[in-house]
């Protein structure tokens, strides 16, 4: 069983930065391929950026590329994401995720390749 754990959201303003953190525990958190996923109110859960389970690699969604940077630290089993230049329309709820097929190559953007998740924390911009 892996539980995720996210921290890191607030509320800030237009312009401004965030560090989400999500801890992990249990499994084995150096061999996943691990996702942040974000859901505004009445909107899909969708995906923002992802990290191969070695760090080697990354994949961004268009609208967070540039501002945004995933991250992660296999001995402390803990996954960040950096965000810069906020804007109000990056208010969501953000969850990471755990892809649990051993070493993949490619990062999924689906949600369904995602096995894991975490409860969320709340990240409101305001204008």
């Known amino acids: 069983q892996v539980q995720l754990r996210e921290s890191g959201g607030g509320l800030v303003q237009a312009g401004g930065s965030l560090r989400l953190s999500c801890a992990a525990s249990g499994g084995s958190f150096s061999s996943y391929n691990m996702g942040w996923f974000r859901q505004a109110p009445e909107n899909e859960r969708e995906f923002v950026a992802g990290i191969r389970w070695n760090g080697g690699s990354t994949y961004y969604a268009d609208s967070v590329k540039g501002r945004f940077t995933i991250s992660r630290d296999n001995a402390k089993n803990t996954v960040y994401l950096q965000m810069i230049s906020l804007k109000p329309e990056d208010t969501a709820v953000y969850y990471c995720?755990?892809?649990?097929?051993?070493?993949?190559?490619?990062?999924?953007?689906?949600?369904?390749?995602?096995?894991?998740w975490g409860q969320g924390t709340q990240v409101t911009v305001s204008s």
């Open positions: 995720a755990a892809d649990l097929r051993p070493n993949p190559a490619i990062i999924s953007t689906a949600r369904r390749a995602y096995d894991y």
